[in-house]
């Protein structure tokens, strides 16, 4: 299976490190990022899931681990907006380019406003979503943050 995506093509030209992990995606789970995390036999705290947003109708793009919800409220106000929701999943896809499942935070097709769950700093590196179902990029926080040129906050719960 070929593993360039339009993410790891962003990562290669940055000159970042990373590493690919494969796994068995399941198209009928209900929680992508649980199952990858079981998939792959890591701590859900460490499979982060991509999340599209919407606040005061302008797109942005959430990254929190599995095991956590989006506070959308703490997203509202961190984008400076009143009240934030769930982009629907088609207008995700279009958006971004990828598919509902493998919808990663680089490489975007339409690049949004990007936020890291600031829980990502407990671990040296965490994964995200590699740009395909059953891809996941390992990466440093720093590094994602650093390439996204997006920040760190408090959103999940």
């Known amino acids: 299976m070929a593993r360039g995506t339009p993410a790891t093509q962003v990562l290669t030209k940055a000159g970042i490190s990373f590493g690919l992990v494969e796994y068995d995606y399941d198209p009928g789970g209900e929680r992508v990022g649980l199952q990858a995390a079981e998939a792959m036999q890591m701590d859900p705290a460490r499979v982060f899931k991509t999340l599209m947003i919407e606040v005061d109708g302008k797109a ?21 907006g009143k009240s934030a929701r769930m ?65 760190f906050a408090r959103f999940a719960r």
């Open 60 to 80: 942005c793009c959430a990254v929190l681990p599995s095991d956590a919800e989006v506070d959308m409220k703490a997203m509202a106000a961190l984008c400076e």
């Open 87 to 151: 982009i629907r999943p088609e207008t995700a896809e279009r958006m971004t380019g990828y598919k509902v499942g493998g919808i990663s935070p680089l490489g975007q097709r339409k690049p949004v406003p990007c936020i890291l769950e600031d829980a990502a700093r407990l671990h040296d590196t965490i994964f995200v979503n590699g740009g395909r179902r059953g891809l996941q990029i390992e990466i440093a926080p720093r590094d994602l943050v650093n390439v996204l040129g997006c920040r």
